[in-house]
């Protein structure tokens, strides 16, 4: 065989190469050339079919960044967010939050991840020891109930799996016994979210409501994007109600699928992941679904609530979800946290967190709590039944935190937590 | 290839190891060190990939499962029970090294596409199971807990430097190793294989045992990468054992250089840059990755070593 191109490297080439070589190196130490501003790390699924509510994470953050630096910053230094895409991989969260750490010099963490980075997370701020971080995402219990899995500086900001299943059914109990709504059917994600936490509400709405029994149940695949089967299926079997956990852009597919086989008026549904881009992406939102409150500017319907839901709405151009609120209570325990330690040392300002109570719109009574478990109570939870134009939900009821927090600790015992 | 004196290598290695270990102590920078043990992983597993694709004309699409395998094995052996790191570790590539020689006693009796196509189906079997026992594996949130890390002879791997330092030497061991198997006579029975394994037969060689014996090696190799890959990430993820994983593994083969022993090693080290600085500027890394490969595709035709060794014959190897 015959080379007609003598193949080798040209000057230019080579100092292409070498430039390209040394910025990649350089890149960390540049990052750290302004010592005085105070870098915070957020890492989440920012690309793929969840990105939407990783980029609603951001987008929180952004309006945290200015406002806490219109008031003059953290310890008197500006903050400043190096947001990193996980793309939702463990292994990816777990290398992120150590570079951020250790060559990009971020001095807090915001975990936006979900549930299996979070974890992953978990161990790395563990293993580091010396930065506190704060989980906004992960509603997996075990990730701060279990002591095993808790880590001395990180915590959590954000709705609990055990939390929403107490208060859901409770809910969802009351409502069947009213409307003898006892044959009812599940469609959940077919991964560890959708398989825990759905045998999680069965077992507390058959404590409140014994007479429910479970018809069928269903089990798509995460990103399914044909719900024929499934549809069908839970048609065939004739329950008076539906239970279902699937969320973001699935919700949304199998409710215009479900419209088109006219599931709503067969029986009753009821979920707890009905958030602002859900609503938004269903072409027809059935009025009378039975869902949870992610979030809502009407829900606390207090001033302050609203006036951040518009000024989200206003900067962004789209509604706030739930991993919004839970990224700005973050940056709220910070701030009210760091100002109580007076320092960014990690022992110090981890004892400032634990039991810190601060006032925010998202909470039940304009106050939410940092356990001492490191995870939040009090914050807004309420179920009421979608209509199709604003406010999108009506009727809702505040749950009653101190049942949650009752059987949550008995729940807590059953897996030998405490 | 010529024949190398295993001194030379052995030398070669023993430096390498010095100038690495060498470093924290002028510099320590946990950046460099934490890139050096996300390296040592995937320079064993690319490497003990490029045995079955550079040296044996094997392209195994479902490598990555006993990296998997490497990484859950070790971390739920530290988890469950009191066998200090080493045993497990060691208990870890062993358990990898049965797994790899039940799957290659299905696989390689196949011919190429059906081989790579049946380890692809076997890769997507394992990870299911991975998923489904969740009792075990803890399904797709992973291992969770971490893994205890009980010191060995006064080394604490929790501590990033003394993490760094038996990375560090476990890869330049591994390689040193394939190295050896490659430039054995072995492993010249390989490459004849992947030349024209018909005279290979006539000349008395089993095929199929020959191809075993490379695809069992390369799948300890590989689990011994997915060792410290557990060490780094202190858990064990499904994502570890999944199909695209095996494709960073292939990537990292192509864009350093089949025909080159140290190729799979420089491969994997820009795999690695390129994600670190890529994902610090954008979200659109696959886009940014799937260029940087069709240039070195189009424009070098080869891997980087590959290339640099045509255009410096007798240099760089």
């Given at each position: 065989?015959?080379?007609?191109?003598?193949?080798?490297?040209?000057?230019?080439?080579?100092?292409?190469?070498?430039?390209?070589?040394?910025?990649?190196?350089?890149?960390?130490?540049?990052?750290?050339?302004?010592?005085?501003?105070?870098?915070?790390?957020m890492?989440s699924?920012?690309?793929?079919?969840?990105?939407?509510l990783g980029?609603s994470s951001r987008n929180a953050l952004?309006m945290e960044?200015?406002r806490i630096?219109?008031?003059?910053?953290?310890?008197?230094?500006?903050?400043?967010?190096?947001?990193?895409?996980?793309?939702?991989?463990?292994?990816?969260?777990?290398?992120?939050?150590?570079?951020?750490?250790?060559?990009?010099?971020?001095?807090?963490l915001v975990d936006s991840e979900a549930s299996?980075?979070a974890?992953?997370?978990q161990?790395?701020?563990?293993?580091?020891?010396?930065?506190v971080c704060i989980h906004t995402n992960s509603e997996t219990s075990a990730l701060t109930a279990d002591?095993?899995?808790r880590?001395?500086?990180a915590f959590r900001v954000a709705r609990q799996g055990v939390h929403d299943a107490v208060a859901g059914s409770i809910y969802l109990?009351?409502?069947?016994?009213?409307?003898?709504?006892?044959?009812?059917?599940?469609?959940?994600?077919?991964?560890?979210y959708?398989?825990d936490t759905?045998?999680q509400y069965?077992?507390f709405?058959?404590?409140?409501?014994?007479?429910?029994?479970?018809?069928?149940?269903?089990?798509?695949?995460?990103?399914?994007?044909?719900?024929?089967?499934?549809?069908?299926?839970?048609?065939?079997?004739?329950?008076?109600?539906?239970?279902?956990l699937?969320y973001a852009?699935?919700?949304?597919?199998?409710?215009?699928?479900?419209?088109?086989?006219?599931?709503?008026?067969?029986?009753?549904?009821a979920t707890p992941n009905v958030d602002y881009p859900v609503m938004?992406?269903?072409?027809?939102?059935?009025?009378?679904?039975q869902s949870a409150t992610r979030y809502l500017e009407t829900f606390p319907d207090t001033p302050a609530n609203k006036e951040w839901g518009e000024a989200y709405h206003?900067?962004?151009?789209?509604r706030p979800t739930t991993w919004s609120w839970q990224c700005t209570v973050a940056m709220q325990f910070y701030e009210a946290g760091i100002k109580k330690?007076?320092?960014?040392?990690?022992?110090?300002?981890s004892?400032a967190l634990t039991g810190l109570k601060i006032n925010t719109p998202f909470g039940a009574d304009g106050t939410i709590t940092m356990r001492d478990d490191h995870t939040t109570i009090n914050y807004a939870i309420g179920w009421g039944q979608?209509?199709?134009?604003?406010p999108f939900m009506v009727d809702i009821k505040p749950a009653d935190w101190g049942k949650i927090i009752e059987l949550e600790t008995e729940w807590k015992?059953?897996?030998?937590y405490? | 290839?010529?024949?190398?004196?295993?001194?030379?290598?052995?030398?070669?290695?023993?430096?390498?190891?010095?100038?690495?270990?060498?470093?924290?102590?002028?510099?320590?920078?946990?950046?460099?060190?934490?890139?050096?043990?996300?390296?040592?992983?995937?320079?064993?597993?690319?490497?003990?990939?490029?045995?079955?694709?550079?040296?044996?004309?094997?392209?195994?699409?479902?490598?990555?499962?006993?990296?998997?395998?490497?990484?859950?094995?070790?971390?739920?052996?530290?988890?469950?029970?009191?066998?200090?790191?080493?045993?497990?570790?060691?208990?870890?590539?062993?358990?990898?090294?049965?797994?790899?020689?039940?799957?290659?006693?299905?696989?390689?009796?196949?011919?190429?596409?059906?081989?790579?196509?049946?380890?692809?189906?076997?890769?997507?079997?394992?990870?299911?199971?991975?998923?489904?026992?969740?009792?075990?594996?803890?399904?797709?949130?992973?291992?969770?807990?971490?893994?205890?890390?009980?010191?060995?002879?006064?080394?604490?791997?929790?501590?990033?430097?003394?993490?760094?330092?038996?990375?560090?030497?476990?890869?330049?061991?591994?390689?040193?190793?394939?190295?050896?198997?490659?430039?054995?006579?072995?492993?010249?029975?390989?490459?004849?294989?992947?030349?024209?394994?018909?005279?290979?037969?006539?000349?008395?060689?089993?095929?199929?045992?020959?191809?075993?014996?490379?695809?069992?090696?390369?799948?300890?190799?590989?689990?011994?990468?997915?060792?410290?890959?557990?060490?780094?990430?202190?858990?064990?993820?499904?994502?570890?054992?999944?199909?695209?994983?095996?494709?960073?593994?292939?990537?990292?083969?192509?864009?350093?250089?089949?025909?080159?022993?140290?190729?799979?090693?420089?491969?994997?080290?820009?795999?690695?840059?390129?994600?670190?600085?890529?994902?610090?500027?954008?979200?659109?890394?696959?886009?940014?990755?799937?260029?940087?490969?069709?240039?070195?595709?189009?424009?070098?035709?080869?891997?980087?070593?590959?290339?640099?060794?045509?255009?410096?014959?007798?240099?760089?190897?």
């Open positions: 065989m015959t080379t007609t191109r003598k193949p080798g490297l040209s000057r230019r080439s080579t100092l292409a190469l070498m430039g390209a070589g040394a910025a990649t190196f350089a890149a960390p130490w540049v990052a750290r050339a302004d010592a005085n501003i105070l870098r915070i790390g890492q699924i920012l690309s793929g079919p969840i990105a939407l980029n952004m960044q200015d630096n219109a008031a003059g910053g953290f310890l008197g230094r500006q903050i400043e967010f190096l947001f990193r895409d996980s793309k939702g991989q463990p292994q990816e969260s777990a290398r992120i939050a150590r570079e951020l750490v250790n060559s990009s010099g971020c001095e807090l299996s980075g974890f992953a997370v161990e790395v701020i563990r293993d580091l020891g010396n930065v002591p095993k899995i880590a001395p500086t109990a009351d409502f069947s016994k009213a409307r003898k709504l006892n044959k009812w059917a599940t469609c959940s994600p077919d991964y560890a959708g398989r759905t045998a069965l077992q709405l058959k404590q409140f409501n014994p007479d429910i029994e479970v018809v069928t149940d269903a089990w798509p695949k995460l990103g399914q994007p044909d719900f024929t089967e499934v549809i069908t299926k839970l048609i065939q079997a004739k329950p008076q109600a539906l239970f279902t699937l852009g699935d919700l949304s597919a199998f409710v215009n699928q479900a419209n088109v086989y006219a599931l709503f008026s067969q029986m009753t549904v938004a992406a269903i072409k027809n939102l059935p009025a009378g679904i206003k900067r962004w151009n789209e330690a007076n320092t960014l040392e990690a022992k110090a300002l004892a979608t209509t199709p134009k604003e015992k059953q897996q030998k405490i | 290839m010529k024949a190398h004196p295993a001194w030379r290598d052995a030398v070669i290695a023993a430096i390498a190891v010095i100038v690495v270990l060498a470093i924290p102590l002028f510099h320590r920078s946990p950046a460099f060190e934490d890139f050096v043990i996300r390296l040592s992983a995937m320079a064993l597993f690319a490497t003990s990939l490029n045995l079955l694709v550079g040296n044996t004309g094997m392209v195994s699409f479902g490598h990555g499962m006993f990296y998997g395998l490497g990484a859950y094995a070790f971390a739920l052996t530290m988890q469950m029970t009191d066998l200090s790191l080493p045993v497990a570790a060691v208990l870890a590539v062993l358990f990898t090294t049965f797994a790899a020689l039940c799957v290659g006693a299905i696989c390689v009796r196949l011919s190429t596409d059906y081989f790579a196509f049946i380890t692809l189906a076997v890769q997507m079997l394992f990870f299911s199971i991975i998923i489904s026992w969740q009792s075990l594996t803890g399904g797709d949130q992973g291992l969770r807990g971490g893994i205890p890390r009980r010191e060995i002879f006064g080394f604490e791997l929790a501590s990033q430097l003394h993490l760094y330092q038996f990375c560090t030497v476990v890869a330049v061991l591994g390689l040193l190793a394939l190295r050896h198997i490659t430039t054995s006579p072995f492993g010249q029975t390989l490459r004849m294989i992947r030349d024209n394994e018909n005279r290979v037969s006539f000349l008395g060689v089993v095929l199929w045992q020959a191809r075993l014996r490379a695809f069992t090696i390369a799948g300890a190799f590989a689990g011994l990468g997915g060792v410290l890959a557990a060490l780094f990430v202190s858990g064990a993820y499904p994502e570890l054992a999944d199909w695209p994983n095996s494709g960073q593994a292939i990537f990292a083969v192509m864009l350093g250089g089949i025909n080159s022993f140290l190729g799979p090693v420089l491969g994997a080290m820009i795999l690695l840059a390129l994600n670190d600085v890529v994902t610090r500027f954008t979200e659109y890394y696959g886009l940014v990755l799937g260029i940087v490969i069709l240039a070195f595709a189009v424009g070098l035709r080869r891997g980087v070593l590959d290339f640099l060794r045509l255009a410096w014959p007798g240099r760089a190897r």
